[in-house]
């Protein structure tokens, strides 16, 4: 049985997930403005990296198809590809397909090769077998799949890639009609000679000529077939969009001239009178051609399925074509061309819905030029080369399409499926193999630079001039800074200190004023941008954004070359709305023909600018809904910002525009999303460089990427990733006088401008470059507005050096980009709140009333202890004014000091205590905190310092005088004390164990320590200020004058006890010993006097007769403490520190025999007769308050030290 209605059943394209903007490249390329978007009519342009080529795309359009329509690949009958991309001069392209056919072997076609036209001769050729008597009934495919890649230059824009995939069946969708003329001929007017290369060789002239000439023959031939040229949509092959609308017009001519329609239009006038013939036709032309050329516009030229994306175009923005008649032009050069007609039997909706064309074009990633330029140098220089190795990002492809993972020695192409990959494999950057070429940011350096050699030399010694010369800023006072800025810079620094606004002028200014208020301005440092360094003055009450961009922009600086910008010329657009329209095509004509008429009317309400070479550049008109259009008038406003002129203008040209539309008007505003006022900052890193904190620039660059995406693939972030942009772009905004509010609106708009807020910059990795860009339109100015109002603003432009607006709008993006990198490096690495809240800190200490010359040290005092808060601050300024009135009473000059901090939790109580110093130094300023383990902290407090300490005052603190008593305490000054003592009692052992001399020259004669270990002079410092916090407290606090002689009588006693055991063991290694001495001297290191003496401030009812009982009872607990604990702490390790039982076995000659059972008797029986003579003499004397702490402490000294026997 015969087919019938065979046709396209299903429709599927593929296109790459990367695209290049033509508005910048028009920019990049440095062409007039609207070359590529207005003559060419192009929006943007696809391409493929290399990981891509036709045969990927071919394999990824027919899986897609066969998917999405549930098609089972067995039933394929037939399968031809139309391409002119050619890999090898022998194997197809369908043969490389066959991979998905699995056993189905049995398929006819191969791959048709001319031109553009290939697509449809495969699509002919399908047909026609399913009609003939060869056909199985079986299903058939054409495949159409091309990258259109040129030479750099104007017709480089003109390129394009993709694919497309057609199920040809019976019952069609889409059946052609039986009538269709071809006509072909032997041109030259395109065609790729050199095998050398893949690119063209073009003759544009003849080419437009061949392509007009094969319309008129195929229009005038059919024709003569059928009289019935209606058509209700056209599609033809773009090569550009306004081939399209050339085409169309060119079809209209040869219906007037086959039928014999008296036009005006002649073959003859056709190339003057196309925009005549446009307004004449422009009603069919919006509604029956132009809806074909949205893939056209968006993806560019992709040869033989271009006429194919116009079919596809159709489909999704129609509502649904079925009973539609389409009329078809496929042409390929050389030439070959044919005109048909398809008729549409079904609904297209599902075939829309499937297709989904719309968000695929969303989730398209849009490429910087200058990374679009590198991949095309890259793809020239690997054109045939083989050993190739490819691994994409999964940023770069849609899931389930299909890559090259390489090419072998032999050629030999290997494809996989690209799946979801993993999150560490996001940022792999085995991408491009680049190492042979060299790119665009370079070719860019050089032409800043004139010659490579000279310049490097020329850079690296402007940088070392800037470094040299903003070095340290940030350490000098405010007055230092404004001398250098006048210096340096010849700016009158006065309205700096004052802000430069009058009261007076304020209060012209706005209404109600009742008086004024400030940012604070600062310098953002290290801006490379263009080749010239800047500081760019910034306003912001927010801490960290200036030292946040300065630190980036100096790596943009130094792992790359800066910041690469560039802008569009200033032009804004202002909207006079339309209200009541019916006929939107009648309002558009009579617009564009009086375009002329409009712009002369309104350049009256301009003409100083007009002078200045600004003023109307063009007028539009778009249609919006509900009867409304908007008349968009397009003005170069110079170095003005804009509003006022554009309003003004608006205003005075509304009544013409009533009068030519016969429409009411509307508002007539400006916009303040200024698309035509872009600004693009750039820069490309080497990933090397990228080292931060711990992490190294791969590392970096790994968790910068991520984050990064995060904003792309959620709004939430997105919103936060953009304000870091707006930090730097709104300092810079409102340091020069601009208005930052139209900036916000324009940026916020620009991200949400495809229907979904994206972030406003982007970041690739490629080829081991770690490269950002921002992209944003924005209005400034650098003349009128509020500039004349306030001195200040020309003192800062004058900093920029008088920038024009489109340079001070290449500066703040440039900001903008560094603020951003900034973030998401913070973000990445070690999280924002460690860098913002150090910065931070400043308002906290201001806040809390440190005064101005002490906020910085507070500010380092909250980062050391990372407490950002007020009660931190206070403890700083409280441990400031104490050692300030301890060097004022003792007449000495203050020097640089450094801190010291303690968190304690002293076991046995309920309390903690928090130890907060500030002392004296000559060296450079550390600070310390006693839980760090950091090396200087083991050497100044010993490797078990800590450990020490616990065990000491977990012992102690079981023996009180009354427990009860310290329950009533609010100051805590008790367990102060006993802490300040045994701080003090370690860093004297300690510092005397490190340099004995010295420590002790230091202690007794109070001289400077001269030489010597780093940590001991910070140590003996420190131990030198908490003697005199322990003095200064007592003096403070304590109301008993015998009470705080007797607490500073027993801290010198412990002091000097160590001095003597240490001087008592350097005695015996000459042979003399004396026990008694050594063993008066080492009871003092457990400090058992001073935490008894201590307890008795919390006594009410006070006597001195007390004192000398606690003496007595402190030192039968410290010799029993000793005795006991050096004993069980004895080892051959105690020979070099002070030990009672080392010391009486070297000096009976008995060491090697320390632990035998006999020796250790014989030592506690020698001492135990001086520790029962005085434990009798304590029973004597003891009163009944204290007595209960004899067997406290007997408990407490079985608890913590086992004897040894």
């Known amino acids: 049985m015969k087919p019938i209605n065979v046709g396209i059943e299903a429709i599927e394209i593929y296109f790459p997930k990367t695209y290049v903007n033509q508005a910048e490249l028009e920019l990049f390329d440095n062409v007039s403005q609207g070359k590529y978007t207005i003559g060419l009519g192009q929006v943007n342009m696809a391409f493929v990296r290399s990981f891509e080529d036709v045969n990927t795309m071919a394999l990824t359009v027919v899986t897609n198809l066969l998917e999405k329509n ?20 022998s194997k197809s392209t369908k043969t490389t397909l066959m991979r998905l056919f699995g056993e189905n072997t049995n ?51 003109t390129g394009g890639a993709g694919a497309v995939a057609m199920l040809i069946a019976p019952n069609a969708t889409f059946t052609l009609e039986t009538i269709r003329t071809t006509y072909m001929k032997d041109n030259y007017d395109f065609y790729k000679p050199n095998f050398q290369s893949e690119y063209p060789t073009v003759d544009g002239q003849l080419s437009i000529q061949s392509y007009l000439s094969s319309i008129d023959n195929c229009i005038q031939q059919y024709f003569k077939k059928n009289n019935n040229l209606d058509a209700d949509f056209y599609c033809f092959h773009s090569p550009f969009h306004k081939m399209v609308q050339k085409s169309f017009l060119r079809v209209k001519l040869n219906e007037s001239f086959v039928q014999k329609v008296e036009t005006g239009f002649t073959f003859q006038n056709f190339n003057e009178k196309q925009s005549q013939m446009l307004k004449f036709y422009q009603n069919d032309w919006l509604n029956k051609a132009f809806p074909s050329c949205l893939l056209s516009r968006e993806l560019g030229n992709i040869y033989t399925g271009a006429l194919y994306a116009g079919l596809i175009s159709l489909i999704d923005t129609q509502d649904d074509l079925i009973n539609k008649r389409i009329m078809m032009f496929s042409y390929g050069s050389g030439c070959a061309a044919s005109l048909f007609y398809l008729k549409c039997n079904k609904s297209t909706r599902i075939m829309k819905q499937k297709m989904n064309l719309q968000e695929r074009l969303q989730q398209r990633i849009r490429i910087s030029c200058i990374e679009y330029d590198h991949i095309m140098q890259q793809r020239e220089i690997n054109y045939n080369k083989h050993s190739q190795q490819y691994q994409p990002k999964q940023v770069d492809l849609y899931p389930g399409t299909f890559y090259l993972k390489s090419i072998d020695d032999k050629y030999r192409r290997e494809y996989l499926v690209h799946k979801q990959l993993e999150l560490n494999q996001t940022s792999d950057m085995i991408v491009i193999d680049n190492s042979k070429s060299i790119n665009k940011i370079q070719q860019i350096r050089d032409q800043i630079t004139n010659n490579n050699s000279t310049n490097d030399q020329i850079y690296s010694q402007s940088q070392k001039q800037y470094n040299q010369l903003w070095t340290g800023f940030y350490k000098k006072t405010i007055q230092q800074r404004l001398d250098q800025l006048e210096k340096t810079m010849n700016v009158n620094v006065e309205p700096f200190k004052d802000g430069g606004l009058s009261l007076q002028n304020a209060n012209l200014m706005v209404e109600n004023c009742i008086g004024k208020i400030s940012y604070p301005l600062g310098l953002g440092l290290n801006f490379l941008i263009n080749g010239q360094f800047y500081s760019v003055p910034m306003a912001i009450e927010e801490p960290s954004v200036i030292a946040a961009a300065s630190a980036a922009a100096k790596t943009i600086s ?32 009579l617009i564009d023909s009086n375009r002329q008429t409009i712009i002369n009317r309104g350049n009256q309400a301009c003409q100083s600018m007009v002078k200045r070479g600004g003023g109307i550049e063009d007028v539009k008109c778009r249609n919006l809904n509900k009867g409304q259009c908007s008349v968009d008038i397009f003005i170069n406003v110079c170095d003005s910002m804009g509003a006022n002129l ?37 820069f490309s890193l080497d990933i090397d460089k990228l080292n931060y904190k711990s992490l190294n620039g791969k590392e970096v660059a790994k968790l910068m990427l991520e984050a990064y995406q995060f904003a792309e693939f959620d709004i939430y972030r997105a919103v936060t990733h953009n304000k870091g942009i707006i930090n730097g772009i709104e300092a810079v905004c409102n340091a020069t006088g601009q208005d930052a509010r139209a900036v916000n609106a324009s940026l916020h708009g620009y991200a949400s401008i495809n229907g979904q807020y994206k972030p406003l910059s982007s970041y690739k990795i490629i080829d081991n470059k770690f490269i950002g860009e921002l992209t944003v339109p924005i209005s400034v100015g650098t003349q009128g507005g509020v500039l004349p109002q306030n001195p200040l603003y020309s003192q800062i432009l004058q900093i920029l050096d008088y920038p024009d607006s489109q340079k001070l709008a290449e500066i703040i993006v440039s900001v903008g980009l560094a603020s951003n990198f900034a973030a998401l490096r913070a973000l990445a690495v070690e999280g924002i709140q460690k860098g913002h809240m150090t910065l931070h800190a400043r308002n906290i200490a201001i806040a809390s009333g440190i005064p101005e010359h002490l906020v910085d040290e507070a500010v380092l005092f909250m980062k050391n202890r990372n407490n950002f808060n007020k009660q931190t601050a206070l403890e700083f300024l409280k441990a400031y004014n104490v050692f300030f009135e301890i060097g004022k009473a003792k007449g000495k000059q203050m020097k640089a000091f450094c801190t010291f901090t303690g968190c304690f939790d002293l076991i046995g109580t309920q309390e903690k205590v928090d130890l907060h110093v500030v002392f004296e130094c000559d060296q450079n300023k550390i600070n310390l905190n006693y839980a760090d383990d950091s090396a200087i902290n083991r050497q100044i407090f010993g490797l078990k310092g800590q450990e020490w300490l616990k065990n000491l005052f977990s012992v102690l603190n079981t023996v009180k005088i009354n427990k009860e008593v310290e329950l009533y305490q609010s100051n805590n000054l008790t367990s102060k004390l006993k802490l300040l003592a045994i701080l003090i009692n370690l860093l004297c052992f300690n510092m005397l164990s490190l340099d004995f001399d010295r420590s002790k020259n230091f202690i007794l004669n109070q001289k400077p320590c001269l030489g010597g270990a780093i940590s001991l002079k910070y140590g003996l410092s420190l131990m030198n200020e908490l003697i005199h916090i322990f003095e200064y407290n007592i003096d403070q606090f304590i109301g008993f004058p015998q009470l705080r002689q007797a607490l500073m009588t027993e801290l010198n006693n412990i002091i000097f006890a160590h001095i003597k055991s240490f001087e ?37 009812n006070f006597s001195p007769q007390i004192i000398e009982e606690i003496k007595l009872l402190g030192r039968v607990i410290e010799i029993q403490m000793t005795l006991t604990r050096d004993t069980q702490k004895w080892n051959k390790s105690t020979l070099s520190e002070p030990n009672m039982y080392t010391y009486w076995l070297i000096a009976n000659q008995k060491l090697i025999l320390g632990d035998n059972k006999d020796i250790l008797t014989s030592f506690y029986n020698e001492h135990n007769r001086l520790l029962l003579s005085l434990i009798q003499e304590l029973e004597k004397n003891i009163s009944h308050q204290l007595s209960h702490l004899k067997d406290q402490a007997m408990n407490a000294i079985q608890l913590f030290y086992k004897p040894r026997l």
């Open 70 to 89: 549930q098609i089972n690949p067995a039933l394929i009958g037939r399968l031809e590809v139309g391409t002119e991309s050619l890999l090898d001069k």
């Open 107 to 157: 398929i006819e076609g191969v791959t048709s090769i001319n031109a553009c036209y290939g697509g449809t001769n495969a699509l002919f050729n399908t047909i026609n077998w399913m009609q003939s008597d060869a056909w199985d009934g079986r299903l058939g495919l054409v495949v159409c799949t091309d990258i259109a890649v040129y030479a750099k230059g104007s017709a480089r824009t």
């Open 558 to 589: 130094e792992a790359g070359i800066g910041f690469q910008t560039y802008s569009s010329r200033p032009v804004m657009m202002g909207q006079i709305q339309l209200l009541d329209v019916k006929n939107f095509s009648k309002i558009e004509c």
């Open 646 to 682: 554009v309003n003004t203008v608006l205003e005075f040209v509304a009544p013409l525009i009533a009068e030519i539309t016969g429409s009411r008007i509307g508002i007539k505003i400006l916009t303040n999303l200024c698309m035509n006022r872009k600004v693009t900052a750039q």
């Open 1064 to 1100: 008592l063991l350097q005695q015996a290694k000459q042979g003399y010993f004396n026990c008694d001495k050594f063993l008066s001297s080492r009871q003092k290191r457990l400090c058992c006097t001073m935490m008894l003496l201590c307890d008795c401030i919390s006594l009410k």
